[in-house]
């Protein structure tokens, strides 16, 4: 959730953007609505640790959401384009691509 409100606020504040700040609340309170449920697998700190070596420089916070997304067996849609880009993974999607139409 805190990397979602973060994405938002950012968005909603930042110059050009296609969001202003309300709607930057809007879409955190859309989230919120969707209830959401964290998921925590047991040994995702042993996927994510695997995961972050064999795709080093991977960061280890992105390591994590890819364990995660690999343990549930669900996509990540992501607004980093860079991590996107380095999996070449059809299951790790770049947000832009729905935002463009081209999901």
Known sequence: MARVGEA?????HRPN???GPEEGVAAVMAFVRLNVQSVAPADLQQRA???AKKYYPLRTYDAQYL???????????TGDQRLVNAMKASWVR???????GAV
């Not at 938002?8 to 909603?12: E, L, N, S, T, V």
């Open 8 to 12: 938002a606020r950012r968005a909603g």
């Open 17 to 19: 953007s296609h969001i």
């Open 49 to 51: 640790w695997s995961m």
């Open 67 to 77: 364990a995660v997304a690999a343990a549930v067996g669900c996509e990540l849609w």
């Open 94 to 100: 770049w947000v832009g691509a729905a935002q463009m």
